[in-house]
């Protein structure tokens, strides 16, 4: 039962009890309505005040059976409120236990540390792509937002190394550092990379200043929201058609032109042979615009004839399927 049906029925039981208990005096004992009012009143709350006028054993009875009402239903109403409370404190922490359980299940998420604009925009991209994601929060505030949004999450501070760790700090592929202000970001930062040195850092930056602190601090990539919008909107205007085709092919769900990257892993039959003849791009009907080699020195419009190494990162652009398909030609 509905919290709000539980409330109409105790308002329409108090508004039906002192009703029964007037007419019953009304007809009963012939009294005026604000002497059966008040004679109600004082019998229902039991508070032992005298009768307004001399009562008959009918009256007596009657009176009775009020009290034994006013008794009920104040037990009723009373049971009602232990239970909203019991209830909602179980429901609390079996619902904290049951993310504490599906976080402790992950292997390769990403962590989130703070749920604002950023965090929140980052977090619905991820899950789209079905990429697991653990939220770490300061604000208590936004967990009712978080559990709309159907999220794993944690509130505390980002950078205590405890909620790192029911994160799952070693577990996890990569953090991202959204919180509000560069100092915390570096610290962060800093935390991360003392407890797992090889995890991936995303680290969010306000200001040019600040970048290369959180580069020195072990960030893999600093991103200034800032500078991103400014280019994004520069670039909208030189190049729209460019724009264009770079929204549909990393935020557009209704086509299907996807840009995604591929790494070589060590031990891969395709490590030391040519791009061309590594998973056949024809066959699986992808193009590489680009590779990344494991130096970080990237190669656009790489030849065919180019050898594929371990390490190497591959941008490729097609169809899911066929990016899929193409995943998997080079993993055998």
Known sequence: ???????????????????????????IEDWGFMDALYMTIITLATVGYSEVHEISVSGRVFTLVLIVLGVGYFLYVVGNIIQFLVEGRIRLVLGRRKLDTQINRLNGHYIICGYG????????????KYIDVVIIERNSNRVSTMDGDGILYLIGDATDEGILEKAGIHRAKGVVTAVATDADNVFLVLTAKQMNPDIFMVARAELNSTKK????AGADKVISPYDIGARRMAH????????????????DDSTDIHLEEIRIKPG???????LLGSGTPEKADVNIIAVKKAEGRIVFNPNADDRVEAGDTLIVLGSARSITQFDRILSK
């Open 1 to 27: 039962m509905g919290r709000e049906k539980q409330i109409l029925i105790s308002v329409c039981l108090s508004i039906a009890l002192i009703g029964f208990g007037c007419l019953g005096y009304m007809l």
């Open 117 to 128: 604009r950023i965090g929140r925009v980052v977090t619905r991209y991820l899950t789209q």
């Open 213 to 216: 602190t959180l580069l020195a």
């Open 236 to 251: 909208a205007v030189l190049r729209p058609a460019v724009i264009e085709f770079l929204e549909k092919a990393f935020a």
């Open 268 to 274: 891969a039959k395709c490590v030391g042979g040519t």
